[in-house]
T-cell receptor, first 113, second 115 residues
Framework: AQRVTQPEKLLSVFKGAPVELKCNYSYSGSPELFWYVQYSRQRLQLLLRHISRESIKGFTADLNKGETSFHLKKPFAQEEDSAMYYCALSGRYSGGGADGLTFGKGTHLIIQP | DTGVSQDPRHKITKRGQNVTFRCDPISEHNRLYWYRQTLGQGPEFLTYFQNEAQLEKSRLLSDRFSAERPKGSFSTLEIQRTEQGDSAMYLC?????????????FGEGSRLTVL
């Protein structure tokens, strides 16, 4: 069965420090991986997709099929990065329809001044 | 605001009562999803529509739950004979087959509290 694991419920770092939010997945096939973010009092929104291989708000994520990981990284954290971050997987057997997603439990990132 | 809208935002009900939530997706989106999120968990898939057809349902969706999307526009999610375990945030999302895969647009959610 497909599964997304985010081992850290809470991650607190100081402003300017590097950030790495961990995500591991299990899926028999070629999944698509995503990071979604939810800022305080805002709706859940897409941050980035592994296919795009782009940097959004300074964040990058590389899909490592050997380690089945898709960790989210940013070299220098900013206070506005404080939010809930969810790793998500989309695949043929992930359920949830054509674009259906299986989410991890989320990591609450707090950036301290 | 042309985003996904959900109504009501909050609902408090007594156990055994029926509740209904409404979702208005982004107008050009033909795909609509319902998710449930409980405290400390990520969103969990409930059901999916393409236009008016309900194409997939999760095993989480017991027979007390029913969803409709008449005419392929707005959708309703009804929970009959609510139980305390139904207390959660119910999220609606929409997407378009013409957009990038996996980019779901979420509403702000409807929070249900069953007393």
């Amino acid at each position: 069965a497909q599964r997304v694991t985010q081992p850290e419920k809470l991650l607190s770092v100081f402003k300017g420090a590097p950030v790495e939010l961990k995500c591991n997945y299990s899926y028999s096939g070629s999944p698509e991986l995503f990071w979604y973010v939810q800022y305080s009092r805002q709706r859940l929104q897409l941050l980035l997709r592994h296919i795009s291989r782009e940097s959004i708000k300074g964040f990058t994520a590389d899909l490592n099929k050997g380690e089945t990981s898709f960790h989210l990284k940013k070299p220098f954290a900013q206070e506005e990065d404080s939010a809930m971050y969810y790793c998500a997987l989309s695949g043929r057997y992930s359920g949830g329809g054509a674009d259906g997603l299986t989410f991890g439990k989320g990591t609450h990132l707090i950036i301290q001044p | 605001d042309t985003g996904v809208s959900q109504d009501p935002r909050h609902k408090i009900t007594k156990r055994g009562q029926n509740v209904t939530f409404r979702c208005d997706p982004i107008s050009e989106h033909n795909r609509l999803y319902w998710y449930r999120q409980t405290l400390g968990q990520g969103p969990e898939f409930l059901t999916y529509f393409q236009n008016e057809a309900q194409l997939e349902k999760s095993r989480l969706l017991s027979d007390r739950f029913s969803a409709e999307r008449p005419k392929g526009s707005f959708s309703t999610l009804e929970i009959q004979r609510t139980e305390q375990g139904d207390s959660a945030m119910y999220l609606c999302a929409s997407s378009s087959r013409d957009r990038v895969t996996g980019e779901l647009f979420f509403g702000e959610g409807s929070r249900l509290t069953v007393l």
